[in-house]
């Protein structure tokens, strides 16, 4: 639902997000959506519903580990920007396992050069440290275009290949 043409129009962007995917499903699909394109950068989100499916934090963190090796190998000079999993009403009560997951994913990628964690959690919570619904769609899940510029301001300063 990002429309990346607007939020980055000085970079060749490809959306392959696919509704309802888990990270595992981006590892099987890895050479199809990431590899083939031969990036220099994958900005990735997921891990979402991959809570919400039941997984724990710490599956999430290995799961994410395991997409960054399968792109790793032919990609090595391609970074990784996760963008950390977002809080949200609908899934508000898995808040503190959402939470969890990204520490874990912050913890594993801290030494890691070509790997950035951007927090959108910030961001994301008003001043009562609850979602903002006004960057949120009417279903409490999904982001509207307010909430992806958000995302967009977060993302853009990891996108330069100087980094």
């Known amino acids: 639902m990002w429309d990346l ?4 129009p000085d970079f060749p962007a490809i959306n392959r997000g696919f509704g309802g995917s888990q990270i ?15 990036p220099r950068v994958v900005v990735f989100y997921a ?8 997984k724990s934090p710490e599956q999430v ?12 190998k032919p990609l090595a000079e391609a970074r990784i920007v996760f963008v950390s999993i977002k809080p949200s009403i609908a899934r508000w009560k898995l808040a503190d396992k959402i939470r969890e997951a990204n520490r874990l994913i912050r913890e594993d990628v801290a030494e890691d050069k070509q790997v950035v964690f951007v927090d959108v ?21 999904h982001l509207n275009e307010a909430g992806y510029e958000i ?3 977060l993302v853009r300063p990891h996108l330069d290949e100087k980094k």
């Not at 595992?24 to 031969?38: F, S």
């Not at 963190?61 to 790793?72: A, P, S, T």
Request: charged fraction near 40%; proline fraction near 2%.
């Open 24 to 38: 595992c499903d981006a590892v099987h699909y890895a050479d199809a959506l990431v590899v083939k394109h031969r």
């Open 5 to 8: 043409k607007k939020s980055f």
């Open 47 to 54: 891990g979402d519903n991959d809570i919400a499916g039941g």
């Open 61 to 72: 963190q290995r799961d994410f580990r395991e997409f960054v090796d399968k792109v790793r």
């Open 121 to 141: 959690w910030g961001e994301m919570l008003g001043e009562d440290k609850m979602p903002r619904k006004e960057l949120l769609r009417d279903d409490g899940l």
């Open 151 to 153: 995302w967009t301001k």
